[in-house]
Nanobody, 126 residues
Framework: QVQLVESGGGLVQAGGSLRLSCAASGRTFSNYAVGWFRQAPGKEREFVAAIDKIGSSVYYADSVKGRFTISRDNAKNTVYLQMNSLKPEDTAVYYC???????????????????WGQGTLVTVSS
């Protein structure tokens, strides 16, 4: 099993940027697709972005397309989420998850994924 640790969250003004990191340890990281999800207070967890095992295919939720960029560096066992033009509605706890199945599966379900991080809070003020 792979272990995941997120970092990079914080407080930012609307229009600002943050870069989240998801560092992995344990199993071979390149065997896993990785996704970012978020959960706002009182709302269900939702898909944000996903990247396949070698970084050749990426997927985004419509709400973040054009503003967020997911990338990975398998040599560093890390996946990144660059978030630009942040909006107050982006406020949430952001989680990364890893799974041995195709990255596309994360676009429609967050259940039964192999591993989750503990989450990092992103707060966007208006």
């Amino acid at each position: 099993q792979v272990q995941l640790v997120e970092s990079g969250g914080g407080l930012v003004q609307a229009g600002g940027s943050l870069r989240l990191s998801c560092a992995a340890s344990g199993r071979t990281f390149s065997n896993y697709a990785v996704g970012w999800f978020r959960q706002a207070p009182g709302k269900e967890r939702e898909f944000v972005a996903a990247i396949d095992k070698i970084g050749s295919s990426v997927y985004y939720a419509d709400s973040v397309k054009g503003r967020f960029t997911i990338s990975r560096d398998n040599a560093k066992n890390t996946v990144y989420l660059q978030m630009n033009s942040l909006k107050p509605e982006d406020t949430a706890v952001y989680y990364c998850a890893a799974d041995r199945r195709a990255a596309a599966t994360m676009t429609y379900s967050y259940r039964a994924l192999d591993a989750w991080g503990q989450g990092t809070l992103v707060t966007v003020s208006s």
